[in-house]
């Protein structure tokens, strides 16, 4: 999409509620009682504090020690075997710290994505490690959570209501929200709809964080439940809402299409 910047700012902020909802996971997790009920000071200010540090020393410091990683990727013309050795090394140290730090290591890789050189190592790793994690863990991921997802305790009339709310707070939270500041930007109705439609969906971030949350205990199985329905509800209804409101219409409105 053509986008003003102000309606790329509001894309923007669309992407990083995603992020201040991790970081708010992240400190209600610091901070969640024990089974004792007590909550340790320690552990918060070593999840909190580290984890803060962490997020600001690795796209930093990181970025800066992994810059000779690049220039030997470009001297040897890819990324070779030792070269892919060192960045899994440096992926499995990041994950580990901050499972150590109380967080979940998905926000270690995550954060250790950023400060990669980009270019040819950005582009090897993808062409290397992204059929694996398609064709094996993101659907050994999906598998768990849906192993963990009990329809059956949300059956009840009211639990069912419940969840239909839950998915109107979510739509008109997010995809209402974005189409509103794109059409105060200035975009034109069908854009707007379809930076709406593009920033509902809610994808594989949402069910990493409420997997997190039910095995912490921040949420039960019928909570569960209705947040895993949600996410697949709005990802699902993405791809056919902007094909509706999108593209088949710039499609028509294309030199290709015109030719």
């Known amino acids: 999409l053509t986008c003003t910047p102000l309606a790329t700012l509001a894309l923007a902020a669309g992407a990083m509620a995603d992020a201040a909802a991790g970081c708010l996971l992240v400190g209600v997790l610091a901070t969640f009682p024990a089974a004792d009920g007590t909550v340790d000071?320690?552990?918060?200010?070593?999840?909190?504090?580290?984890?803060?540090?962490?997020?600001?020393?690795?796209?930093?410091?990181?970025?800066?020690?992994?810059?000779?990683?690049?220039?030997?990727?470009?001297?040897?013309?890819?990324?070779?075997?030792?070269?892919?050795?060192?960045?899994?090394?440096?992926?499995?140290?990041?994950t580990w710290t901050t499972e150590a730090l109380g967080i979940h290591a998905v926000f270690g890789g995550f954060v250790l994505g950023t400060a990669m050189p980009r270019g040819l190592v950005a582009k090897e790793l993808r062409?290397?490690?992204?059929?694996?994690?398609?064709?094996?863990?993101?659907?050994?991921?999906?598998?768990?959570?849906?192993?963990?997802?009990?329809?059956?305790?949300?059956?009840?009339?009211?639990?069912?209501?419940?969840?239909?709310?839950?998915?109107?707070?979510?739509?008109?939270?997010?995809g209402v929200a974005c189409w509103a500041a794109a059409r105060l930007s200035g975009q034109d109705p069908r854009t707007s709809l379809a930076i709406g439609t593009l920033m509902n969906a809610r994808g594989l971030m949402e069910l990493i964080l409420v997997d997190i949350g039910l095995r912490r205990g921040v949420i039960l199985q019928p909570v569960f439940a209705m947040l895993v329905l949600m996410a697949i509800v709005t990802t699902l209804m993405a791809t056919p809402l902007f094909e509706l409101v999108y593209g088949r219409h710039h499609k028509r409105g294309s030199p290709s299409a015109a030719a």
Not at 45 to 53: I, M, P, Q, S, V
Not at 131 to 152: K, Q
């Open 41 to 94: 000071p320690a552990a918060v200010w070593r999840t909190c504090g580290g984890g803060l540090a962490y997020a600001l020393l690795v796209p930093t410091l990181g970025r800066w020690l992994l810059r000779p990683l690049g220039r030997a990727a470009e001297r040897s013309g890819g990324l070779t075997a030792p070269l892919l050795g060192v960045v899994l090394a440096a992926f499995g140290l990041c």
């Open 127 to 174: 062409q290397k490690l992204e059929p694996v994690t398609v064709a094996l863990l993101l659907p050994m991921f999906f598998t768990c959570s849906g192993l963990n997802t009990r329809l059956d305790l949300i059956a009840d009339r009211e639990l069912v209501l419940l969840t239909l709310a839950v998915l109107f707070a979510s739509i008109a939270g997010k």
